[in-house]
């Protein structure tokens, strides 16, 4: 034995070693709960070592966002680097944001309710140029982080609500379901690969929805009574 380790005992030794440990938590923004796990020094050594060598593609993959409660990026801000589901406690409004990395889309009401607004790299200055850009609401109470994808991209779409009525599979973009699919309309759909937008005219112009991977079986559960989505696109780094 280490004359190091004489008179020591066995429980006080594991103590010690576990005093060696370095505490880490992960915390969930969405559920509000953390979680620990004990590592070794090297370990955390070697994640440091990790991000340091990130490059600048996998840091615009995670996304960044800030939201000022004034134009021209005035006032309080608040930074954002994942979902947000209410930004009320953060700021009174928001007037301007600025998008430093990835792509965000942004919710009229709490809890990702309401009317919806895609926005990508770039600069929002004042709520007039995002309302002359599609905006179709004047104050920002959510928001959502969309992660960016690799690979291939699909969704079958439906004419009518609970996957009925005429379908079709989707691969890529399409400016008119109607001109393209002969579908009158879409009120339900399946995503199974890839994030996308929908729109409700075709050109993709109008109200717009993101989709994310999922089942969607009526849109008028999701609060789009009365929308008719016309045309569908894929999102892409090179939007």
Not at 22 to 50: I, N
Not at 183 to 196: E, I, K, L, R
Request: include cysteine.
């Amino acid at each position: 034995m280490n004359n190091e380790n004489k008179g020591v005992s066995p429980l006080h030794q594991k103590d010690c070693e576990a005093e060696q440990g370095v505490l880490t938590g992960r915390a969930s923004d969405c559920l509000g709960l953390t979680s620990y796990k004990r590592t070794s020094v090297k370990q955390v050594e070697r994640q440091f070592t990790s991000n340091s060598n990130m490059t600048n593609t996998d840091r615009n993959m995670m996304g960044k966002i800030t939201f000022y409660e004034e134009k021209n990026f005035q006032g309080r801000s608040y930074e954002c680097m994942s979902d947000c589901s209410d930004m009320s406690s953060y700021l009174s409004r928001c007037q301007s944001c600025r998008v430093e990395s990835g792509c965000f889309m942004v919710y009229e009401r709490n809890n990702y309710m309401g009317q919806q607004f895609f926005m990508r790299r770039g600069e929002y200055n004042d709520m007039q140029r995002m309302m002359c850009m599609g905006m179709m609401f004047d104050n920002m109470k959510s928001c959502r982080m969309i992660p960016y994808h690799r690979g291939q991209f699909r969704m079958k779409i439906y004419e009518r609500e609970n996957y009925g009525g005429q379908s079709y599979e989707m691969m890529d973009d399409c400016d008119n379901i109607q001109d393209r699919h002969r579908m009158s309309d879409c009120q339900s759909c399946n995503v199974m690969d890839g994030h996308w937008l929908m729109y409700e005219q075709a050109h993709y112009k109008g109200r717009m929805m993101y989709m994310r991977p999922g089942e969607y079986r009526s849109f008028k559960d999701m609060g789009m009574s009365g929308m008719r989505f016309m045309s569908m696109r894929r999102i892409m780094e090179s939007m």
